[in-house]
């Protein structure tokens, strides 16, 4: 009963807020909402039950959304019109690809790049989304392979065979792109140690301590990620983690990104609160709800672009850096130096919509799913019964804090403003919440 009574109470929220905007027409909402979707609304390829419950309650009688909805993923191994017809399949709902944003989106911003040979790794159509987002010269994995036959060893029955007649050289390598986790763990790891390790020629020997390194865009930090299994799985931040390992094994210093995209990072938030403001006839949002259920990606990312919000600027620390101020955390974000101050003026266009008043400054409410209280609806990365991060100790190990390397531990940033049992419950709350301040 108590149950029936919630659901006819939200639902009575729901219609009211319908009832409102229809009668009220020059109306614009005041708040928005980024999703998370893997473990948040799926579970592998199988939808949440909760999920189609939520998102019904988010419509309104024409079938519009209520509020901005953008869903903010780091998979990154589809195109995102792709993303949109799942999500629409499976929600029942109509999702465009405007209201999507993977992990590789923000790689639209970074037009420097364009123009260079890039080397792409990850699973899916990886050259159509290099090509999609601008670059032009693409290299994959799989061709480099071919190219250079004696690189990849480790699999004995696969080692592919010299060609008769030899092939056209590939360009040099100018930068590589990290898409996702590939499938071959150990061929994309030695080819991108080669190519690291000759400065972009992989058919030549290693140089011994080369002076400049080539630029790396690492899209999707995720550690892991919750699939079908009972326990989540590993993601693309565990590969970078093996390819961070070997390198400096290998070279005897920190492999350096020229950019870390994707949940946590800012350029992520920047991107997606765009598309927010897009759907919103580009009317500030006084609230955005960020629902998600990694305490390192959905919770880190959104308190730290809250502090972004907070001070509605970008610091340069060096020229290769973004720093999100607020007890020195770094933001795991860099860009070239004449691409950074387009960036900052595109974002602060984007937060103050040309007027510079602390009015348009907006608060991102953090909603975290867990998934152990309740496995048969609550299905998130988070267990409630696991302790959080915590600096008290001198030494944080890898397993006290499943960040990226370059994500400094602040325990105020991976406290969530709620934790509920589903998506369902955080839609339930966000209508109670916005209803109650009209």
């Given at each position: 009963?108590?149950?029936?009574?919630?659901?006819?109470?939200?639902?009575?929220?729901?219609?009211?807020?319908?009832?409102?905007?229809?009668?009220?027409?020059?109306?614009?909402?005041?708040?928005?909402?980024?999703?998370?979707?893997?473990?948040?609304?799926?579970?592998?390829?199988s939808l949440i039950p909760a999920a189609r419950r939520a998102f019904r309650k988010l419509l309104d009688s024409n079938n519009n959304?209520?509020?901005?909805?953008?869903?903010?993923?780091?998979?990154?191994?589809?195109?995102?019109?792709?993303?949109?017809?799942?999500?629409?399949?499976?929600?029942d709902v109509q999702i465009t690809p405007d209201q999507v944003v993977l992990s590789y989106s923000p790689l639209r911003m970074l037009r420097s790049f364009h123009e260079k040979c890039v080397l792409v790794s990850g699973q899916g159509p990886v050259t159509d989304i290099a090509n999609s987002l601008g670059f032009q010269k693409v290299v994959t994995i799989e061709q480099l392979r071919q190219h250079h036959p004696l690189l990849d060893m480790v699999d004995h029955n696969r080692r592919p065979s010299l060609s008769s007649s030899p092939l056209h050289s590939l360009p040099k390598i100018e930068a590589i792109i990290l898409f996702g986790e590939p499938v071959r763990w150990e061929t994309n790891l030695q080819l991108l140690v080669d190519v690291l390790l000759t400065?972009?020629?992989?058919?030549?020997a290693y140089q011994p301590q080369p002076s400049v390194q080539l630029p790396v865009l690492a899209c999707n930090m995720d550690l892991m990620w919750m699939a079908e299994a009972p326990s989540p799985r590993?993601?693309?931040?565990?590969?970078?983690?093996?390819?961070?390992?070997?390198?400096r094994k290998l070279m005897g210093r920190d492999l350096q990104y020229q950019?870390?995209?994707?949940?946590?990072?800012?350029?992520?938030y920047q991107y997606a609160e765009q598309l927010?403001?897009?759907?919103?006839?580009?009317?500030?949002?006084?609230?955005?709800?960020?629902?998600?259920?990694?305490?390192?990606?959905?919770?880190?990312?959104?308190?730290?672009?809250?502090?972004?919000?907070?001070?509605?600027?970008?610091?340069?620390?060096?020229?290769?850096?973004?720093?999100?101020?607020?007890?020195?955390?770094e933001a795991a974000v860099a860009v070239p130096e004449e691409e950074l101050a387009c960036v900052a003026a595109e974002c602060h266009s984007i937060l103050v919509g040309g007027v510079k008043s602390s009015a348009s400054i907006c608060l991102l409410i953090c909603v975290l799913i867990s998934y152990s209280t309740c496995p048969q609806v609550c299905t998130g990365v988070y267990n409630p019964h696991a302790s959080l991060p915590s600096n008290e100790s001198s030494s944080i190990t890898e397993t006290v804090f499943h960040g990226h390397r370059d994500l400094v531990l602040d325990p105020d940033l991976v406290e969530p403003t709620h934790v509920v049992e589903d998506v369902e419950a955080a839609v339930d709350l966000m209508l109670q919440k916005e209803v109650a301040d009209l």
């Open positions: 009963l108590p149950g029936c009574l919630s659901f006819c109470f939200c639902l009575f929220l729901s219609l009211s807020l319908s009832l409102f905007l229809s009668l009220s027409h020059s109306w614009a909402p005041s708040a928005g909402v980024l999703f998370d979707v893997d473990g948040v609304l799926v579970r592998g390829g959304f209520l509020f901005p909805v953008v869903f903010v993923t780091n998979a990154g191994s589809c195109q995102r019109h792709q993303k949109a017809d799942q999500l629409s399949r499976l929600l400065n972009g020629s992989p058919g030549s590993f993601g693309h931040g565990m590969f970078l983690l093996c390819l961070e390992s070997i390198y950019g870390l995209l994707g949940k946590p990072g800012l350029l992520t927010l403001r897009k759907q919103n006839n580009n009317h500030k949002l006084k609230t955005i709800y960020a629902v998600g259920d990694n305490l390192m990606t959905d919770i880190y990312g959104a308190n730290l672009y809250n502090r972004y919000l907070a001070q509605q600027h970008v610091t340069m620390v060096t020229s290769s850096q973004v720093i999100a101020q607020g007890s020195g955390t």
